[in-house]
């Protein structure tokens, strides 16, 4: 057996990640149920959103980017707990979160005077 190209792994492992829906034999991709291709469309906007999220985490600058958008947002909530990513993406996108929230928290400034 000739060994693959760090592409094809790449490929061959996409693949396999993107059919998680069980498809009977024999059964034409026309014939799924609306559930079933719901369920394929989910499945690769999901790989998709993670495979970005974690070249975003990774570069060196991850700290410099805007806050995660939306649509991500949206992603790591339905999501995150089946996401996949390295230790060091995870903690990035800890911060990344934690960091957003502090922003948007909607502070009295005279609190500290009660």
Do not use: H
Not at 12 to 34: A, D, G, H
Not at 54 to 74: A, F, Q, V, Y
């Amino acid at each position: 057996m000739t060994e693959l190209k760090p592409i094809e792994k790449q490929q061959r492992k996409r693949s396999t990640m993107s059919n998680k829906v069980i498809k009977f034999p024999n059964t034409p991709e026309n014939q799924l149920s609306e559930a079933q291709k719901l369920a394929l469309e989910m499945e690769t906007e999901k790989n998709m959103y993670q495979e970005n999220i974690e070249w975003m985490m990774l570069k060196n600058d991850w700290d410099k980017l805007p806050d995660i958008d939306g649509r991500s947002l949206d992603m790591l909530a339905l999501f995150g707990d089946v996401m996949k990513f390295t230790p060091q993406t995870s903690q990035r996108i800890i911060c990344k979160l934690a960091e957003q929230i502090k922003k948007n928290q909607i502070t009295d400034p005279l609190e500290e005077y009660y």
